[in-house]
């Protein structure tokens, strides 16, 4: 099923397979899928559609064309004269990366140029990161006397920590795809062709798994930011009640025991 005809002229595309990997494209690639008010519109749509949806279990985040995204459209935070005007538009680069963060699902950003800017805030807030050896990271803000937004300082600290994180913000440098993989911004890099066949293999798997467990998975690591051993401890103690109460547990014991792969229907 494909909606993206549906969302703002294009400007993102949504595409759903029948399996619950949904695919979110950036498609502005003539500007590198740089992120202006329109697109950032139709990014919300797009969330509204996946939010209210259950049979989504899987997302893929890309871009269209040789870039994922050049982050914030020069042209609009040029042409933004009101102070009110230029708040609103970093608030709103916050909510929609707080939003894709929030998603209950696992998320895959398939990395397949450049992504620069806010949009590696974006990226951050997936849950893997596979990369094309032609994609590289630029949190290079500092460069155009920027600092980062939409919550970049925050997702970067937690994957890099202070000092890694301080280096890159404060040299604007630009890392490729194999410093990015040495340092754990992403998982995978893999050659070019090999990006989309890499990801969806990855995506279809995970989307026949136990789709109670994986939200619950998610939804702990996500908890492991603001809470202690303790804490987390009894959170998966509750979570793992729901998930042992579960079809898909049973269906898991009963395929170990027959020696066969298990059919989780997500129940």
Known sequence: MDIGNLVLDGLVLLNIKDNGVATITLNRPEIYNALNREM???????????????????????????????GGDINMLMTTEKVHVA?????????????????PMPVIAAVNGVVAGVSTG????????????????????????????GGTSYLLFQKLGHHRAAEILYSGKILNAAKCLELGIFN????????????????????????ITLRYI?????????????????????????????????????????KRAPEFQGT
Not at 87 to 103: P, Q, S, T
Not at 230 to 253: H, K, L, N
Request: aromatic residues 10%; charged residues 25%; glycine residues 4%.
């Open 40 to 70: 950032g519109s139709a990014f919300e749509l797009v969330l509204d559609e996946i939010e209210k949806r259950n049979d989504i279990k899987i997302v893929v985040f890309t871009g269209a064309g040789s870039a994922f995204s050049a």
């Open 87 to 103: 708040r609103d538009i970093f608030e709103r680069a916050y909510k929609h990366n707080k939003r894709f963060y929030d998603l």
């Open 122 to 149: 974006r990226i951050l807030a997936a849950d893997m990161l596979i990369a094309s050896e032609q994609a590289s990271f630029a949190a290079n803000f500092i460069n155009i006397g920027l600092l980062p937004d």
């Open 188 to 211: 995978q890099v893999v050659p070019n062709t090999e990006l989309y066949p890499q990801v969806y293999k990855l995506a279809d798997k995970l989307a026949k798994g136990p789709t």
């Open 218 to 258: 998610k939804q702990l690591l996500r908890a492991c930011v603001n809470n202690d051993f303790t804490a987390i401890a009894s959170m998966e103690a509750g979570a793992q009640v729901q998930c042992w109460s579960s079809d898909d547990f049973r269906e898991g014991v009963r395929a170990f025991m027959e």
